[in-house]
């Protein structure tokens, strides 16, 4: 593994623990207002974030290894398919499936994605 591709990973984890600690901040807030119930779908809906955020470091990981063998672009093109189908499954599942809140889910989710972006904005400034 190559220095940049070290720096991803090391960003990224400390990225991921930020997500997670939101998502139980927010799976907290539905606990206390809503009950055990919204506060795990808010969970679940966190962990689809988290999710996305580990594929999302792991195929630019392996881009920045492949980079000089010209596949890196296929790797991040198949890698944002996979996260954007994956996301459906997983919020298809949730709601349909397991029947989970929509709001709570739909919350956890957005908050550890802002978490992600605005992590990842400071981190390039």
């Known amino acids: 593994m190559n220095s940049a591709a070290r720096e991803i990973v090391a960003t990224t984890r400390r990225i991921i623990g930020l997500q997670v600690g939101v998502s139980a ?20 809906g966190g962990a689809i974030s988290v999710a996305v955020a580990f594929l999302l470091s792991r195929g630019v990981a392996r881009a920045s ?14 890698g944002a398919a996979l996260r954007f189908l994956l ?6 599942a949730g709601l349909g499936f397991l029947k989970l809140d929509p709001l709570a889910t739909v919350a956890g989710f957005i908050a550890a994605q ?7 904005r400071q981190t390039n400034n």
């Open 114 to 120: 802002l978490m992600y972006v605005s992590s990842a």
């Open 65 to 78: 290894g492949a980079a000089r063998h010209s596949q890196s672009m296929w790797i991040l093109y198949f």
């Open 25 to 44: 901040l927010v799976a907290l807030g539905f606990y206390v207002g809503k009950g055990n119930w919204e506060a795990l779908s808010a969970l679940y």
């Open 87 to 92: 996301v459906l499954v997983l919020f298809g």
